[in-house]
């Protein structure tokens, strides 16, 4: 038996501090600015629904519904960040529900962009590019024009069929107005897929094995807006010219989606580079790769100095 009354008496010293804590809280509760007001603003709230409901009331409390001193998500004291509770009466009882506040939704919304941007080998300072750090100089002048232009038609709302082919030399920040381009069409939801073309060879190359290229392939099909970096330096291939970027491009020219270039060398000689391969001569392969890229790109040659140092 006595294991029983010492866990009894125990139970009873627990419990009579239980209701002293208990009427310290309710009285905590009923002091609260915030609180007070609700139960003014519901004067038809009976003692027994706030005294059921006190535990709502002092969750209320506790949490924190002074966002306009909120810095961050990250230093939200609430229970769930980035949410802020509610009182409010139904049926003539108390409910209690969390609405995320400001701070969230825009972080969400953020995560969401950074989402529309996939990239596959694209250096981090590519990837931050905005339009508004681009300089207008004269020797870059057309594409500027060229890239303000398709941002406007998106603005408008008229889905342009054609990206840009930038080409130029080395360093005079070809790639660069790809990532900012890549990062203001975020703002319309407009997804994009940037990938630096060797790599691309490498990757379809070694997914071979695990017959994941059709996936991948199907990704850059569908993306809306693809952008192929440095189109060229690539190890030249006739399968991956004619079976990966042929494909991806009839696909892309006839569902009228627009692909972005950059790339060392103009079309012409590009035709050039990709008619030679180790199987041979083939002008009329290359010819067809080259008529596929006028019908989703328009040309543009971006001249100034190199950038890089
Ligand atoms: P390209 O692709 O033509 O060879 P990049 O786009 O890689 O050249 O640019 C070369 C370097 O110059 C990169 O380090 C890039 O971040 C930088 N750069 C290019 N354009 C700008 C710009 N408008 N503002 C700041 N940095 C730039
Ligand atoms: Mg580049």
């Not at 209690?96 to 694209?122: A, F, P, W």
């Amino acid at each position: 038996m006595k294991p029983v009354q010492s866990t009894l008496k125990k139970w009873m010293k627990t419990n009579d501090r239980f209701k002293e804590n208990y009427e310290k809280m309710k009285r905590e509760v009923l002091n609260d600015s915030d609180i007070k007001q609700f139960l003014s603003l519901h004067p038809q709230l009976t003692e027994r629904t706030i005294d059921k409901n006190l535990m709502k009331l002092y969750e209320y409390k506790t949490q924190s519904k002074q966002c306009t001193k909120c810095k961050n998500l990250g230093s939200c004291p609430n229970m769930l960040k980035g949410y802020s509770p509610i009182l409010h009466v139904h049926q003539g009882d108390i409910h209690l529900s969390y609405e995320k506040c400001h701070t969230r939704r825009m972080y969400e919304k953020s995560q969401k962009q950074q989402k529309l941007i996939q990239s596959v080998y694209m250096p981090k300072e590519i990837l931050q590019a905005t339009i508004s750090d681009i300089d207008t100089d004269q020797q870059r002048g057309p594409a500027i024009k060229a890239m303000n232009t398709f941002l406007q038609q998106v603005k408008d709302g008229i889905p342009p069929k054609k990206g840009i082919y930038f080409f130029g030399p080395f360093g005079v920040g070809k790639t660069y107005f790809l990532g900012a381009i890549a990062n203001a069409l975020k703002a319309f939801n407009i997804s994009s897929m940037l990938i630096y073309m060797p790599e691309f060879v490498r990757e379809i190359k070694s997914s071979l094995r695990d017959d994941s290229v059709d996936e991948k392939i199907n990704l850059f099909k569908r993306t809306d807006v693809l952008m192929l970096d440095d189109i060229g330096a690539e190890m030249q291939s006739a399968w991956f010219r004619d079976e990966i970027l042929g494909s991806i491009l009839q696909y892309r020219m006839m569902e009228r989606l627009p692909v972005f270039f950059t790339s060392n060398y103009s079309l012409d000689q590009l035709e050039n580079l990709l008619s030679t391969t180790r199987d041979g001569i083939e002008r009329v392969k290359a010819g067809r790769i080259i008529e596929r890229i006028k019908q989703v790109s328009q040309e543009v040659f971006v001249d100034g100095y190199n950038r890089r140092k």
